[in-house]
């Protein structure tokens, strides 16, 4: 079974940074894909930005795009996020997701998830 350990949520006021960061352990797996999705109140649950692990491919949610950086680690099976001048509607409940290999297709695990505010 794999952990997800997420850590760097807060507090922040808009145009600030915050940086995220999420550790994947439980024994001996391969990631095919590691990311974050998000969720705010009263909305459904979205992409924000993820990467294909040993290709080191970022993909970008629109709302990301441009502001947000996404870097992983593959000695240590974690992932980065850098979220640049951060709004107000980036406020929500940050979900890291991983995808692992398992022989016979993929699965995949979620954190607990990390709360992000920005507000002033």
């Known amino acids: 079974q794999v952990q997800l350990r997420e850590s760097g949520g807060g507090l922040v006021q808009p145009g600030g940074s915050l940086r995220l960061s999420c550790a994947a352990s439980g024994g001996a797996f391969s990631i095919y894909r590691m990311g974050w999705w998000r969720q705010a109140p009263g909305k459904e649950r979205e992409f924000v930005a993820s990467?294909?692990?040993?290709?080191?491919?970022?993909s970008y949610a629109d709302s990301a795009q441009g502001r947000f950086s996404i870097s992983r680690d593959m000695a240590e099976n974690t992932v980065d996020l850098q979220m640049n001048i951060l709004r107000p509607e980036d406020t929500a409940v940050y979900f890291c997701r991983v995808i692992i290999w398992n022989g016979a297709g993929t699965v995949g695990y979620w954190g607990q998830g990390t709360q992000v505010t920005v507000s002033s």
């Open positions: 990467i294909i692990f040993d290709a080191d491919v970022p």
